[in-house]
């Protein structure tokens, strides 16, 4: 099981052939508590980069991009009645999404770990 | 995904989780909750009511008033048959009736417990909370202007047209344009004019499917952004640099045959004066396209600088802001936008014309020769606010209304210099115009964070900066002091600033974190709010009589 990152925050753990899409601890902290979210419906596509969903904080409203292209497949529709998960938990009960990946060399070009915590020391 | 504010939002103020903190205490002692009487600075000395002298506790409306009772005497209605279909209201409506001196001393007590310009300096940047001069005020109330009503014969509304027209002639004249569409009624419904302006520029050259990119740099006004969407162009931001600058070669980089237009604020939201806008202004008409400036800072260069002679195209100007009109809930704003000669074709209607000798309203896009992309409002505007701009012009002249702009941009540059040691400025130690701005780099490690700062600022009498805004820089404070202020009022501003600032420097975290104490509501829990707004006020349970 690989994760791999975004320089806009996000995460995606891949599982098989699809991926859970969320938002890394570092962003929750920068976010505040969040409020609302807004997630896509079920089997929209998206390419890499799009927004895939909305995440809303006291202080900002931010959008979610695609980590990488592919169809949604699941969401976290939990998030809609106790977004404070996204705080509380963001690796786990505060996913987002699940896109089936379609193009899976995308992920090669994402961030790993590593290479995330080096970015975010950076900022 | 992440914008660079950095707002905190849990706030760690004491007893949140307590559902009586933030309630005064005679609201708290209706929940049946009589220990917060022993908080607050008036703790040592609880009085019966709750009051503190002048400082009156005052309770909502439905919890003062009682359905069973009116201050209005109504004859019952005789037995009629309603014709509403069975719409008709059923059950008691449940509005609370009060007397008329009830009803008054509500609204006077809720009035004390407000901020306004006319109690203190209201620092609140980008919003330029000036004074709003009393002649002003008089010359609204004469009734040829304040009584007329907008289907008038003209023939009998001479005057108010004629100063309409006056007022337009100012506008233009000040920023060198060629016309001007008065009717918009706020700064964001002007940018709305402007930009619709630009798009039936584009449609008339036929270029209405193929330009549709509205450049937007980071530090824009969120509502330049949104008004582009709104009509149908989509948005690319030109990223923010670390001198607080929009650069001419990054707006390069992004031109091409689709953009339609560039949305820029100068000066701009970082309180800075954009310095490439006339190469900017340039490279845009090179490239076909239009240059819509947001003109909510006019007022740090008017008699200074012409938006006309810096390329611009389309610009609104907040008349509440630049020319010292009410708002802030104070009245309605007015967003007059005037159009340069390649956008004066398309100019809504109605607007007024002197035909004859007369002045009279063009009201139907078929009157005219031009091209007026249609009608923005039903009538012809803010005639109030109309009166109130020109009785500033008038009562500054060209030479006052250039010192106001000089001195509103030195008050700013004396806040700055006067806390540039103990406050950081993003963009280095370098002149602002009228609205200085600092980041929080200097609150680091002292546990007080932008918003504790200005929720302190309450407690000593003022009413907070801009926070959080603009976005491009982490924890923003944007102080604008304006023209209004004079030195002692603006020393006694810097002083409590420098006194807050050094206490949270020592580390009285305290004084910060749980402020506001001595505003009548306490710090409000912003998530709670949030996450479970409520909405509609219910009855509170009875109290229990045991309770004493």
Not at chain 2, 50 to 56: D, E, I, T
């Amino acid at each position: 099981m690989t994760t791999r990152y975004t320089k806009d925050h996000e995460y995606i753990r891949i599982e098989g052939d699809a991926g859970i899409v969320g938002i890394t601890d570092y962003a929750q902290a920068q976010l505040g508590d969040v409020v609302f979210v807004e997630l896509p419906s079920i089997g929209k596509t998206v390419n890499k980069g799009d927004e895939a969903a909305v995440v809303e904080s006291v202080k900002a409203a931010s959008e979610i991009y695609a980590p990488v292209s592919g169809e949604v497949v699941e969401v976290n529709s939990d998030l809609e009645a106790s977004p404070g998960a996204v705080n509380e938990d963001p690796a786990g009960r505060g996913w987002f999404l699940k896109i089936r990946v379609t193009n899976p060399s995308e992920i090669e070009g994402l961030l790993t770990e590593e290479q995330y915590q080096e970015f975010v020391k950076s900022l | 995904m992440l914008n660079r504010q950095g707002r905190p939002s849990a706030p760690q103020a004491h007893g949140v989780s307590d559902p009586a903190a933030g309630m005064g205490d005679q609201a708290a002692r209706m929940q049946g909750d009589a220990n917060t009487l022993s908080t607050g600075s008036a703790g040592s000395h609880p009085t019966f009511t709750g009051n503190k002298a002048l400082a009156q506790i005052e309770p909502l409306l439905f919890e003062i008033g009682h359905t069973d009772v009116t201050g209005v005497d109504f004859d019952e209605p005789e037995n009629f048959k309603p014709r509403l279909g069975g719409l008709e209201r059923k059950d008691e409506i449940g509005l609370p009736g009060l007397s008329e001196p009830e009803a008054m001393r509500h609204y006077v007590r809720l009035s004390q417990m407000n901020y306004g310009i006319d109690t203190g300096l209201f620092p609140l940047g980008s919003c330029t909370m000036k004074h709003n001069a009393r002649l002003n005020e008089r010359m609204a109330r004469l009734p040829g202007f304040s009584d007329v009503h907008p289907l008038q014969p003209v023939s009998t509304v001479q005057g108010a047209l004629e100063l309409m027209n006056e007022l337009g002639r100012y506008l233009v004249t000040l920023t060198n344009m060629t016309t001007v569409a008065l009717s918009p009624k706020a700064g964001a419904h002007g940018e709305l004019c402007g930009m619709m302006a630009i798009k039936a520029a584009i449609e008339a050259k036929g270029e209405g499917k193929t330009r549709n990119v509205v450049l937007v740099p980071d530090s824009a006004h969120g509502t330049n952004p949104a008004t582009a969407a709104l009509i149908g162009f989509v948005v690319k931001p030109v990223p923010a640099r670390d001198d607080g600058w929009v650069h001419v070669e990054d707006v390069k980089k992004l031109l091409g045959p689709d953009v339609a237009a560039i949305m820029l604020t100068n000066p701009n939201t970082c309180g800075l004066f954009e310095n490439q806008v006339a190469e900017i202004a340039k490279a845009i008409h090179d490239a076909g396209a239009y240059f819509y400036c947001d003109g909510a800072n006019f007022n740090a260069i008017v008699g200074k600088a012409k938006p006309g002679d810096l390329g611009v195209d389309a610009m609104h100007i907040n008349l509440h802001k630049t020319f010292s009109t009410p708002h802030g809930g104070g009245g309605p704003g007015a967003g007059p936008v005037v159009l340069s000669a390649r956008l004066a074709p398309f100019a809504p209607v109605p607007f007024v014309t002197l035909k004859d000798g007369e002045f009279t309203l063009l009201e139907h896009e078929d009157e005219t020769a031009e091209k007026p992309f249609g009608r923005m409002t039903a009538f012809h505007g803010q005639m109030g606010m109309y009166v109130r701009a020109l009785a500033y012009m008038l009562s500054h002249g060209s030479d006052g209304m250039k010192q106001a702009s000089e001195d509103a941009v030195l008050n700013a540059n004396y806040i700055r210099a006067s806390l540039a040691d103990l406050f950081s400025q993003p963009f280095g130690d370098k002149p602002c115009m009228h609205e200085v701005l600092f980041d929080d780099t200097w609150l680091k490690d002292t546990g007080v964070t932008t918003l504790d700062f200005a929720k302190a600022m309450i407690d000593e009498g003022y009413h907070p900066m801009t926070m959080y805004f603009p976005l491009v820089v982490h924890g923003a404070m944007l102080i604008e002091p304006t023209e209004s202020e004079s030195k002692a009022s603006l020393d006694l501003f810097i002083a409590t600033l420098r006194d807050l600032a050094m206490a949270a420097k020592k580390g009285d975290k305290d004084r910060f974190t749980g402020a506001p104490y001595h505003a009548p509501r306490r710090r409000l829990d912003e998530t709670r709010a949030a996450r479970s707004p409520v909405l509609k006020w219910t009855p509170p349970a009875p109290i229990a009589e045991a309770a004493e």
